[in-house]
């Protein structure tokens, strides 16, 4: 079976269609679209070599206070280009923090699925407050295809 292959700003270019579509139908507000700048692994098989600091650049705009979309592109962990899109659950509270999970697909590994697109889902935590916020995923692993990390995301919102 032939696999279908798209070039990066391809890429790009579908996962942010499909980003941008999901909050079309409701009014655009700039105060909910959130900035990151990647993400810092950090690890659990910290003697494979792994890179921690995941530069990219990623958005997440909130449809309420449960939900939000995400899409972007970084480097990961194995030094290749990553590309993401998803969304988040997030139903639960303690105190500030939200709690729940973002799935969505990956791409960009090349142990898993030789670099192909692939369905996950990750627990995450979310904290925001005011212009800043952080999200802290658990990445867990999957054999010897993706290495399982604690992954924090710090964002930035431009307010109104």
């Not at 990961?76 to 939200?98: E, L």
Request: aromatic letters at 16%; charged letters at 15%; hydrophobic letters at 40%.
């Amino acid at each position: 079976m032939k696999r279908l292959t798209c070039p990066v700003w391809g890429q790009l270019f579908c996962a942010s269609l499909a980003w941008l579509s999901v909050p079309a139908c409701a009014e655009w507000d700039t105060s909910r679209l959130w900035v990151n700048a990647g993400f810092y692994s950090a690890h659990f098989d910290t003697h494979k070599g792994l890179r921690n600091a995941n530069p990219g650049l990623g958005f997440e705009y909130k449809l309420d206070d449960s939900w939000s979309a995400t899409a972007g592109r970084f480097i990961n962990s194995d030094n290749a280009h990553s590309s993401y899109v998803g969304a988040y659950f997030q139903p639960w509270h303690i105190g500030p923090v939200k709690l729940g999970v973002v799935g969505g697909a990956f791409n960009g590994y090349p142990k898993a699925f030789n670099g192909g697109w692939f369905p996950a889902v990750i627990p995450t935590a979310s904290l925001e407050h005011g212009q800043w916020g952080l999200n802290v995923a658990l990445v867990p692993p999957l054999k010897d295809r993706l290495y399982g990390a604690v992954s924090f995301q710090l964002k930035f919102r431009f307010k109104d």
